[in-house]
């Protein structure tokens, strides 16, 4: 555009269409039923310890979506869980940490053009995301427990989530993947 001689770039803002709306829909009711109902209760920490495969669906969304809709399937689904399952003063610290995962990880996944496509850079974000995750749950929980030890017995508790969600994601978001691109969705 030329305003009295001066180039202006016209820029495109990325819209959020009705079929981005259903896909993360769709993807924040994965992370919430992969979380309510598959899951296993384990004494794995003195704050209880539940294994679930929300983590499964939160890195497969990121991955094969980016990081707009990962971090909505991520904060948003298990908010949900928290909300629904009597971790309600959970809920927000859950939206803002497994929201802000999601982003990180569909942002790596998606740098350089790599669109999720490559396995190494796949795993190196959930990683760099579950570093994320634990420091992030930590403080959550010195801030709603008071206390700075307790919180350290859920690291390896929320270690083990992100290995079985990188155990299984990377490989489901890569089925995924080429199934989206030999026009399956």
Not at 113 to 139: C, E, P
Not at 144 to 162: A, D, E, K, R
């Amino acid at each position: 555009m030329d305003y009295g001689g001066v180039e202006m770039q016209a820029t495109t803002k990325q819209k959020f269409t009705t079929k981005d709306l259903v896909e993360s829909s769709l993807l924040i009711a994965l992370v919430f039923i992969a979380t309510k109902f598959i899951n296993i209760r384990l004494p794995i920490s003195i704050n209880g310890g539940l294994i679930h495969l929300g983590n499964v669906m939160l890195f497969t969304s990121a991955i094969v979506f980016g990081k707009r809709k990962g971090a909505l399937a991520g904060g948003i689904g298990m908010a949900l869980f928290d909300l629904v399952s009597g971790w309600t003063l959970w809920a927000p610290f859950t939206l803002v940490v497994r929201g802000i995962m999601g982003y990180i990880i569909g942002k790596i996944a998606w740098a350089n053009n790599k669109n999720g496509d490559n396995t190494i850079t796949n795993i190196i974000a959930i990683i760099l995301a579950g570093i994320w995750m634990l420091v992030g749950y930590y403080v959550t929980e010195v801030l709603l427990y008071g206390n700075i030890v307790s919180p350290l017995t859920s690291i390896p508790g929320n270690i083990v989530q992100i290995l079985i969600g990188l155990i299984l994601g990377v490989p489901l978001a890569k089925i995924l993947k080429r199934y989206i691109k030999i026009g399956g969705c």
